[in-house]
């Protein structure tokens, strides 16, 4: 099998930056392929800018100069001799039109053949594409008349509360829930507006709004050979402002029967349009299991890993696979789910004012000591957190027997992956999954504000905060004056005595 | 010898002390401590004697037992004590402002958002702290914006 790749595909340019270029390069160190990779001048004490076997400086500017310049990265790959491309996910993983060149140039390009990148591409197109296949749609309005008299008409057709979407969106960018009509106008401004700065097109669709829903996707794979296989669902049901915060496998939501239901309709549309590569098919469940099609995202997802813990296997390598041509080398029996996985999405922002994003200097990362846990991490020790990119820090995947030896690997690990030196949302992490309603598996995608109350900070104790007083007291580093006016008893101190 | 600390952007008085051994002390919050620390690793301490805990620090920030915490000496404070109170209503990073949704004069209340703007690619809304009055705007929309500074100035209504 390793020689057969090789032979097509020995080298490899990782389209991207951070936790997934680091994260497509070990599957390549582990499969015997030469990485190469791209940085932008103020990133050369990242990992992913020295880790790889060669890597190549973007230069500085805006991203349409960087990440997102189709004919510089192309340029680096022919230059460094790769075969091949992967794009990780966000920047170029779901443009078309860079696939195309790609293509074009020679190369081979990891991901679904441009066509389906259209099809999925666009929440209007798709829904179209899945009506014709008779895949379960949420009731709404996908029509080109973007007239604020039309949508507000059509929002009032549907009944409210309903959804305002960004055609072109993702990330929860471009995306308001409308309670009432008199809120309608302020929130169709306001969504337009996000996505015309962030996509560079505000053409908006509108939907029913699902109370109580669940998030529920399949990851589907499929090869050139006619085989559409999925490795089975993973909920993501906590989010904060549509932004995923935990992930899991299995979904507490599905028995065996809506499992294979969901699964296998998530087959139906992979190999209805013919896909190809790694997909994730998205669905919404109400309280009574009806689920509906969301949107496909054509690409590797974030959440990737916790599939990968329990389903043993890496769907990297299974991209590259299908990327040189092969047949996926098991069938829909052999792949089973195993234990549970628990990610939670470590962000440097405070939780506690109001999420706002933080930046500063990581003293130290932290590692976890727990058998079975996973960190997806672009930071090491010293490297500053700055405005100019995404403010996930890193992925924490903590794989147990059962769904609560998950949970308790989630706390403790959580402790261990510290991020010392810049604020971050790990302690209200911790406090998601020790509640209550996540134990019980409560899980819907209204959960954050649901149970805010039960997600409020927990002041530090008296004793806690002596510990840190002392810790303090006894650190050099901080404590510069102090040392003066208390020479000598700061010299006794200095010999830490073992007790 | 008493002694100040800002501890998550409040001021706390503690006292030190030396016991017969030599040791330092400390009473805080009426509560006298006595402690051994030893270094574990390149960011930890394990604290002993009264009080058994695992303390990571670096630079100002400390976590005990996995629970965070800033502690600094007044003169060396990085971080302003809690100032909202003020009418500035400030950039919490630097960003862009995307929308000015006030002009001078206008009246506000406490949560009227005042400023959009976007910071690490979301927006953010900022709302008036209090009732009051615009009394001035330092950016325009489409101006960049340092974090920390002054967007919005209100000046408090007498009722």
């Known amino acids: ?499 | 010898m008493k002694k100040k600390l800002i501890i998550n952007s409040n001021e706390v008085e503690i006292d030190l002390s030396l016991n017969r051994d030599g040791k330092v002390e400390f009473t805080f919050n009426g509560k006298q401590y006595s402690f051994s620390n030893r270094k574990v690793d390149a960011v930890s301490q394990y604290v002993s004697g009264d009080l058994n805990a695992l303390v990571s620090s670096f630079e100002n920030n400390f976590i005990v037992d996995g629970k965070e915490m800033t502690i600094e000496s007044p003169n060396r404070s990085r971080s302003k004590t809690n100032t909202s109170a003020g009418g500035h209503m400030q950039s919490p990073m630097p960003g862009k402002i995307l929308q000015v949704l006030v002009k001078v004069g206008d009246t506000v209340s406490e949560g009227d958002s005042l400023i959009v703007m976007e910071a690490m690619k979301m927006e953010h809304t900022i709302k008036a702290n209090s009732n009051g009055t615009v009394s001035a705007i330092h950016f325009s929309e489409g101006q960049q914006c340092a974090g920390g500074v002054d967007l919005v100035d209100l000046s408090q209504e007498e009722a």
């Open chain 1, 1 to 499: 099998m390793s020689t057969e790749i090789l032979s097509k595909i020995d080298k490899i340019l990782i389209a991207n930056r951070g936790e997934i270029a680091l994260r497509v390069m070990k599957t390549c160190k582990e499969m015997g392929i030469k990485s190469v990779t791209i940085y932008t001048e103020t990133e050369k004490s990242y990992p992913h800018s020295y880790l790889s076997d060669e890597s190549f400086s973007l230069g500085m500017g805006p991203l349409s100069e960087t990440y997102l310049n189709h004919e510089k990265i192309i340029e680096i790959a022919k230059l460094s001799g790769a075969k091949a491309i992967h794009p990780g996910y966000g920047f170029l993983s779901e443009n078309s039109t860079f696939a195309k060149k790609v293509t074009d140039a020679g190369l081979i390009f990891i991901g679904p053949t441009p066509h389906s990148m259209e099809i999925m591409g666009d929440k209007k197109t798709s829904k179209v594409e899945m009506e014709k296949i008779k895949i379960p749609l949420i009731p709404g309005y996908h029509g080109d008349d973007q007239s604020e008299s039309v949508l507000k008409a059509a929002a009032i057709d549907i009944g409210f509360p309903v959804l305002v979407k960004a055609s072109a969106g993702g990330g929860g960018k471009g995306m308001r829930v409308v309670w009432k009509e008199e809120e309608f106008s302020d929130a169709l401004a306001s969504a337009k507006r996000e996505a015309l700065n962030s996509f560079g097109d505000d053409i908006v669709l509108i939907e029913k709004f699902i109370q109580n829903p669940r998030h529920i996707e399949v990851q589907v794979m499929s090869d050139t050979h006619g085989n559409h296989l999925h490795f089975y669902e993973r909920e993501c049901s906590i989010q904060r402002r549509h932004q995923k915060v935990v992930e899991e496998t299995p979904s507490m939501a599905l028995d065996d029967k809506l499992r294979k239901s969901i699964c296998e309709t998530a087959v139906a549309i992979s190999s209805g349009i013919n896909y190809k590569g790694a997909g994730t098919v998205e669905f919404i469940m109400d309280a009574d299991g009806k689920f509906f099609f969301l949107e496909m995202n054509t690409r590797l997802q974030v959440e990737h890993p916790i599939t990968e813990m329990v389903t043993n296997s890496d769907l990297v390598r299974l991209q590259i696979l299908v990327a040189a041509g092969l047949e996926l080398p098991m069938k829909q029996e052999d792949i089973t789910q195993s234990g549970h996985a628990i990610e939670v999405r470590i962000y440097s922002e405070d939780p506690d004012n109001n999420f706002m994003p933080a930046i500063g200097k990581i003293g130290h990362v932290g590692s976890p000591t727990l058998n079975n846990v996973r960190l997806d991490s672009g930071y090491v020790d010293g490297n500053e957190v700055t405005i100019d990119f995404d403010p996930m820090l890193a992925k924490l995947i903590c794989w147990g027997v059962d769904r609560d030896s998950a949970i308790s690997k989630t706390l403790h690990s959580l402790n261990e992956v510290k991020f010392l030196g810049v604020t971050t949302n790990r302690d209200y992490l911790k406090r998601i999954v020790d509640t209550t309603p996540f134990r019980e598996g409560d899980t819907y995608t209204h959960f954050i504000d649901t149970y805010s109350d039960l997600l409020k900070p927990v002041e530090a104790t008296d004793l806690e905060i002596a510990a840190g007083i002392a810790s303090f007291l006894t650190s050099n580093q901080t404590e510069g004056s102090t040392k003066v006016e208390n020479s000598q008893a700061w010299n006794r101190l200095q010999g830490f005595r073992n007790i």
